[in-house]
T-cell receptor, first 113, second 114 residues
């Protein structure tokens, strides 16, 4: 069956450290993958997109990698701040289903002082 | 000016009732979606419309009926509400079907069925 799995346990890190979140998928052939941030009581907000033929994308303190051999994307936040605390969701579009964005289970990140 | 707006934000109702949630986007997008987020925060796609045409219809009970009167609006009507329908329902829009564009989400409508 198809799955998109993220760490179900919350990730707790100290301010200033790098947070690394994992997104693993099974039985998908993603055309691209997106990462979103969701704050409590709010809708998800888009952060970054990475295509199947790209290894890495960066935006300010954010970096995403995509390894189609490992079937995994990693999302990094460098120099973490308490304001980065939120749930982070990965989402992918399976090749041939262009409009259907399927989300992972999400990982809650808590950055402490 | 809110890009994707949903009403109502909160909805508390009894089992067996019928309720509707409305969604409007002012981004000029062609594609709109309904997602359901359960208590474990899993966001599951339900429906998608492109320019008023239904293009995605996941395995959703017939009690759920989406309607898109025009490309800026997508409403969700739920008949005979059940306890398991309690969730947060998110509306989202996207520029063009088949593109890589991001989804723009509304703030969600929290439905509680008693």
């Amino acid at each position: 069956s198809q799955k998109i799995e993220q760490n179900s346990e919350a990730l707790n890190i100290q301010e200033g450290k790098t947070a690394t979140l994992t997104c693993n998928y099974t039985n998908y052939s993603p055309a691209y993958l997106q990462w979103y941030r969701q704050d409590p009581g709010r809708g998800p907000v888009f952060l970054l997109l990475i295509r199947e033929n790209e290894k890495e994308k960066r935006k300010e303190r954010l970096k995403v990698t995509f390894d189609t051999t490992l079937k995994q994307s990693l999302f990094h936040i460098t120099a973490s701040q308490p304001a980065d605390s939120a749930t982070y969701l990965c989402a992918l579009v399976h090749t041939g289903t262009a409009s259907k964005l399927t989300f992972g289970t999400g990982t809650r990140l808590q950055v402490t002082l | 000016d809110t890009a994707v707006s949903q009403t109502p934000k909160y909805l508390v109702t009894q089992m067996g009732n019928d309720k509707s949630i409305k969604c409007e986007q002012n981004l000029g997008h062609d594609t709109m979606y309904w997602y359901k987020q359960d208590s474990k925060k899993f966001l599951k796609i339900m429906f998608s419309y492109n320019n008023k045409e239904l293009i995605i219809n996941e395995t959703v009970p017939n009690r759920f009926s989406p309607k898109s009167p025009d490309k800026a609006h997508l409403n969700l009507h739920i008949n005979s509400l059940e306890l398991g329908d309690s969730a947060v329902y998110f509306c989202a829009s996207r520029g063009l079907a088949g593109t890589e564009g991001e989804l723009f989400f509304g703030e969600g409508s929290r439905l509680t069925v008693l």
